[in-house]
């Protein structure tokens, strides 16, 4: 028979419960990456979410596209075109230059040839709520071969590198994350460091850099390709201030990203090699 | 367990709607005031189910969450359990109090809570777990207002109206 009042765990054993329980979890995950194919799961049903609140941002933009006139489409085609007869020249000559850098490298013997890596376009369908993460979803997942530790770009930059992968969609963690640091080189002299994020929207800080080391406010950092995750020679960052206090060994050097990580729509991923699907 | 209850399907349709309020994209400066709305729907309704609505389900309704939204572990889950475990313990005052009361009380507790778990869920993160805290409680508390004023009175209607 059921009793009339019946005794409730306690509230000291129910929090204990919840503690073992979470200690449980994290322990699983961290040590066996046991939760790894619920992750895969529930996230790969997530995307719905971020299409639903990503709806009346696309909605407002495509109506602004619609009421566009057609002078200004006009306009924008004979601008476009014009730019699209500039960029077919700098690629002739891009083509010739890449040949010759080929030749050159090899003949110094040198295995870090600039890779003809095939890039697929994703479109960007959410941005995390956390504060402390920068992080994006975009629309492209397992289905379109998009593997974990992906470099992603935008037209302007290296944007950051794939961390979970779901069955539609994928989340990309940004290059000003503070857990991100990518290996590059100044574009000018070909000296090697890190530029790492410090959770600010706009800024990087390059590690470790000498107070002697030959660099210059407005020196171009591109990815060294040491450590195999990013190619060589995409544009990362600009050097935007640096400071010698004169007692420390290192320079303080701060970064300004190159890819329009609050504004790009549209990412790159890149498929190293011809890596791709 | 939960469709079993007589307006049920009102919890689980909120369940379903609260992590969209959690990735409705904002402005960093409004972003930054974004109160853990799992956490506040787990509070509503341990406060209107006590006893039904407890620290396990809110520490599992917290998990699919954090798995779906691709949250850190613990980031939601540890919150959720114990805060209806704290509305539990504090069910009988809480409903004594006025509305001001009841909110600041709930801000307070959602405070502390976030005070000891947002460390463990954000574990190598040099972030300011104070200001979080304190912006979410606030946020909370205003929440909490509507909820009790709004959402409160259909929320009652739906699980303990008596059928005809």
Same mark, same amino acid.
């Given at each position: 028979?059921?009793?009339?009042?019946?005794?409730?765990?306690?509230?000291?054993?129910?929090?204990?419960?919840?503690?073992?329980?979470?200690?449980?979890?994290?322990?699983?995950?961290?040590?066996?990456?046991?939760?790894?194919?619920?992750?895969?799961?529930?996230?790969?049903?997530?995307?719905?979410?971020?299409?639903?609140?990503?709806?009346?941002?696309?909605?407002?933009?495509?109506?602004?596209?619609?009421?566009?006139?057609?002078?200004?489409?006009?306009?924008?085609?004979?601008?476009?075109?014009?730019?699209?007869?500039?960029?077919?020249?700098?690629?002739?000559?891009?083509?010739?230059?890449?040949?010759?850098?080929?030749?050159?490298?090899?003949?110094?013997?040198?295995?870090?040839?600039?890779?003809?890596?095939?890039?697929?376009?994703?479109?960007?369908?959410?941005?995390?709520?956390?504060?402390?993460?920068?992080?994006?979803?975009?629309?492209?997942?397992?289905?379109?071969?998009?593997?974990?530790?992906?470099?992603?770009?935008?037209?302007?930059?290296?944007?950051?590198?794939?961390?979970?992968?779901?069955?539609?969609?994928?989340?990309?963690?940004?290059?000003?994350?503070?857990?991100?640091? %990518?290996?590059?080189?100044?574009?000018?002299?070909?000296?090697?460091?890190?530029?790492?994020?410090?959770?600010?929207?706009?800024?990087?800080?390059?590690?470790?850099?000498?107070?002697?080391?030959?660099?210059?406010?407005?020196?171009?950092? %591109?990815?060294?390709?040491?450590?195999?995750?990013?190619?060589?020679?995409?544009?990362?960052?600009?050097?935007?201030?640096?400071?010698?206090?004169?007692?420390?060994?290192?320079?303080?050097?701060?970064?300004?990203?190159?890819?329009?990580?609050?504004?790009?729509?549209?990412?790159?991923?890149?498929?190293?090699?011809?890596?791709?699907? | 367990?939960?469709?079993?209850?007589?307006?049920?399907?009102?919890?689980?349709?909120?369940?379903?709607?609260?992590?969209?309020?959690?990735?409705?994209?904002?402005?960093?400066?409004?972003?930054?005031?974004? @109160?853990?709305?799992?956490?506040?729907?787990?509070?509503?309704?341990?406060?209107?189910?006590?006893?039904?609505?407890?620290?396990?389900?809110?520490?599992?309704?917290?998990?699919?969450?954090?798995?779906?939204?691709?949250? @850190?572990?613990?980031?939601?889950?540890? @919150?959720?359990?114990?805060?209806?475990?704290?509305?539990?313990?504090?069910?009988?005052?809480?409903?004594?109090?006025?509305?001001?009361?009841?909110?600041?009380?709930?801000?307070?507790?959602?405070?502390?809570?976030?005070?000891?778990?947002?460390?463990?869920?954000?574990?190598?993160?040099?972030?300011?777990?104070?200001?979080?805290?304190?912006?979410?409680?606030?946020?909370?508390?205003?929440?909490?207002?509507?909820?009790?004023?709004?959402?409160?009175?259909?929320?009652?209607?739906?699980?303990?109206?008596?059928?005809?």
């Amino acid at each position: 028979m059921k009793p009339l009042f019946a005794q409730r765990r306690s509230l000291v054993s129910r929090l204990f419960i919840v503690f073992l329980l979470a200690a449980a979890l994290v322990a699983v995950d961290h040590l066996f990456n046991g939760l790894a194919s619920v992750r895969y799961i529930l996230g790969s049903i997530s995307k719905p979410y971020y299409q639903i609140s990503n709806a009346p941002q696309q909605l407002v933009s495509s109506v602004s596209e619609g009421w566009q006139s057609r002078e200004s489409l006009v306009l924008e085609n004979q601008r476009l075109k014009a730019r699209e007869r500039i960029l077919k020249a700098k690629t002739q000559k891009l083509a010739a230059l890449s040949a010759e850098n080929g030749r050159l490298r090899a003949l110094l013997n040198s295995s870090a040839l600039l890779g003809d890596d095939d890039i697929v376009v994703a479109e960007l369908i959410g941005i995390s709520p956390d504060i402390n993460r920068y992080e994006l979803m975009i629309n492209k997942g397992a289905n379109d071969e998009v593997f974990v530790g992906q470099p992603v770009i935008d037209a302007t930059g290296l944007v950051g590198q794939v961390t979970d992968v779901y069955q539609y969609s994928a989340r990309v963690m940004l290059i000003t994350d503070e857990r991100h640091a %990518v290996p590059v080189q100044i574009n000018r002299n070909g000296l090697r460091a890190v530029v790492a994020g410090v959770g600010l929207p706009d800024e990087l800080a390059l590690m470790n850099v000498g107070a002697t080391a030959d660099i210059k406010q407005g020196d171009l950092l %591109v990815s060294s390709g040491l450590g195999g995750r990013f190619p060589i020679g995409y544009p990362v960052a600009r050097v935007s201030d640096i400071v010698q206090d004169g007692i420390s060994p290192f320079l303080s050097v701060k970064t300004k990203p190159m890819a329009q990580l609050d504004r790009s729509r549209y990412l790159l991923l890149v498929f190293p090699d011809g890596n791709s699907q | 367990m939960i469709m079993g209850l007589k307006g049920g399907w009102l919890i689980v349709i909120t369940g379903l709607f609260i992590p969209l309020l959690q990735v409705w994209p904002l402005p960093i400066s409004l972003n930054v005031w974004r @109160p853990l709305f799992p956490v506040l729907f787990i509070g509503f309704w341990a406060y209107i189910l006590p006893g039904q609505i407890g620290a396990l389900i809110g520490f599992a309704y917290g998990l699919l969450v954090e798995f779906l939204l691709g949250s @850190p572990l613990m980031q939601f889950a540890l @919150p959720c359990a114990l805060l209806a475990l704290c509305i539990e313990m504090l069910y009988l005052k809480l409903r004594s109090f006025s509305l001001v009361q009841q909110s600041l009380y709930v801000g307070v507790l959602i405070f502390v809570i976030l005070l000891v778990t947002y460390p463990l869920s954000q574990q190598a993160l040099g972030v300011s777990v104070w200001s979080i805290a304190w912006r979410s409680a606030v946020s909370s508390i205003i929440i909490w207002v509507a909820l009790i004023l709004w959402f409160e009175p259909m929320a009652r209607k739906s699980i303990f109206s008596l059928d005809a």
